[in-house]
């Protein structure tokens, strides 16, 4: 009987990464469901979802020549996947501010206690190093609809952020 | 008065270009008539183009008013020209673009974020032949570029400009 187990990589950005770390789960005869890479900061993180025949001790040997030679640190968790969710959001946030410590924390803990779950979070810190600017945009969906975050959101634009929020209407044709 | 059965990704016969109607006859204004049924028995469906069902005619239906009246207080900004029977449609002009979130009756698990033009000028015969111009915006406006999309052989998902844009509706397996 096969497993799902999530399987998070992260380590300095080189090239190959990708294609050496698939190749030996593909060779132990592991396989791929959804998976994310990103560079955050120069460094390379991925976390993917794997599946196959084996327990955490024999995928962890099997990821193990890859993140040695290439000095990755690589965690594993089993999980449940076959049954997971992909619920479609119905709000997107836009989020503009000048950089400051709890900007995250303040608008995420508004939405979430106006009920919205997150789906989907990208966040850059842009502009420049003198002048910051905290840019985040994330997917949610509110189950009593968008005008249900009006309140947190007047509350989180007092606070000097700018916070839009946008209504996602899936078209169906 | 029939309810169509719609093709499904991957059928081939989605991918094939669409011939013109050259005859405006009770034939072409029963399809019309079947497709409006098939479109409505699609759950939230704005639009169907002939090809998803299988008969390869430029002919498509597009009705946002399902999604405009809609008991939600924010609604998708559009223009609304009411029922529309577009046979052998034409883009004429286009302006603007503006990304936002598509589904498809004939790719029934995913749904993605498209970029499409904001507001079309449109030229099209109804079923009767009488040839009319339409500019449509917002939401309006891309319905209409999906369904003339389909009549072209091509699928949203050939729009979707990154994996990170396409979000699978339903249960993992």
Same mark, same amino acid.
């Given at each position: 009987m096969s497993h799902w187990f999530m399987v998070t990589v992260v380590g300095q950005d080189q090239p190959g990464i990708v294609a050496r770390v698939s190749r030996a789960l593909a060779d132990g005869g592991w396989g791929l469901g959804e998976s994310s890479m990103t560079r955050l900061g120069g460094n390379f993180s991925i976390m993917m979802m794997v599946e196959g025949v084996g327990d955490e001790a024999s995928l962890a040997q099997v990821m193990e020549p890859v993140g040695s030679a290439l000095g990755l640190h690589i965690h594993i968790d089993s999980i449940q996947a076959e049954l997971h969710q992909h619920p479609s959001p119905n709000v997107q946030i836009?989020?503009?501010?000048?950089?400051?410590?709890?900007?995250?924390?303040?608008?995420?803990?508004?939405?979430?206690?106006?009920?919205?779950?997150?789906?989907?979070?990208?966040?850059?810190?842009?502009?420049?190093?003198?002048?910051?600017?905290?840019v985040m945009i994330l997917d949610g969906f509110v189950k009593d609809g968008v005008e249900a975050l009006d309140r947190a959101v007047a509350e989180l634009n007092k606070k000097g952020l700018k916070v839009d929020v946008e209504p996602i209407e899936v078209l169906m044709g | 008065m029939a309810v169509l059965q719609i093709l499904t990704y991957p059928d081939s016969r989605l991918f094939d270009v669409a011939r013109p109607v050259t005859e405006f006859?009770? @034939?072409?204004?029963? #399809?019309?008539?079947?497709?409006?049924?098939?479109?409505?028995?699609?759950?939230?469906?704005?639009?169907?183009?002939?090809?998803?069902?299988?008969?390869?005619? &430029?002919?498509?239906?597009?009705?946002?008013?399902?999604?405009?009246?809609?008991?939600? /207080?924010?609604?998708?900004?559009? @223009?609304?020209?009411?029922?529309?029977? #577009?046979?052998?449609?034409?883009?004429?002009? &286009?302006?603007?673009?503006v990304n936002g979130r598509?589904?498809?009756?004939?790719?029934?698990?995913?749904?993605?974020?498209v970029l499409r033009a904001d507001s079309v000028r449109v030229r099209a015969s109804d079923q009767l032949g009488r040839e009319k111009e339409l500019v449509c915006s917002g939401f309006e406006s891309r319905?209409?570029?999906?369904?003339?999309?389909?009549?072209?052989? /091509?699928?949203?998902?050939?729009?979707v400009i990154s994996s990170r844009e396409l979000f699978r509706r339903k249960t993992y397996r």
């Amino acid at each position: 009987m096969s497993h799902w187990f999530m399987v998070t990589v992260v380590g300095q950005d080189q090239p190959g990464i990708v294609a050496r770390v698939s190749r030996a789960l593909a060779d132990g005869g592991w396989g791929l469901g959804e998976s994310s890479m990103t560079r955050l900061g120069g460094n390379f993180s991925i976390m993917m979802m794997v599946e196959g025949v084996g327990d955490e001790a024999s995928l962890a040997q099997v990821m193990e020549p890859v993140g040695s030679a290439l000095g990755l640190h690589i965690h594993i968790d089993s999980i449940q996947a076959e049954l997971h969710q992909h619920p479609s959001p119905n709000v997107q946030i836009r989020v503009y501010g000048a950089d400051r410590t709890g900007i995250v924390a303040d608008v995420t803990g508004g939405l979430a206690a106006a009920g919205m779950t997150i789906l989907d979070l990208n966040s850059e810190v842009s502009g420049t190093d003198d002048d910051p600017v905290y840019v985040m945009i994330l997917d949610g969906f509110v189950k009593d609809g968008v005008e249900a975050l009006d309140r947190a959101v007047a509350e989180l634009n007092k606070k000097g952020l700018k916070v839009d929020v946008e209504p996602i209407e899936v078209l169906m044709g | 008065m029939a309810v169509l059965q719609i093709l499904t990704y991957p059928d081939s016969r989605l991918f094939d270009v669409a011939r013109p109607v050259t005859e405006f006859d009770a @034939s072409l204004q029963q #399809l019309v008539v079947d497709l409006q049924e098939t479109m409505l028995d699609g759950a939230g469906a704005v639009g169907i183009a002939a090809p998803q069902v299988g008969v390869g005619r &430029r002919v498509a239906i597009v009705d946002v008013g399902p999604v405009l009246d809609g008991d939600k /207080k924010r609604k998708p900004k559009s @223009s609304y020209n009411g029922f529309l029977v #577009l046979v052998n449609p034409e883009i004429i002009e &286009r302006d603007g673009e503006v990304n936002g979130r598509e589904g498809c009756l004939s790719v029934p698990d995913y749904t993605g974020n498209v970029l499409r033009a904001d507001s079309v000028r449109v030229r099209a015969s109804d079923q009767l032949g009488r040839e009319k111009e339409l500019v449509c915006s917002g939401f309006e406006s891309r319905a209409i570029q999906h369904e003339m999309d389909h009549l072209d052989g /091509k699928l949203f998902l050939d729009r979707v400009i990154s994996s990170r844009e396409l979000f699978r509706r339903k249960t993992y397996r």
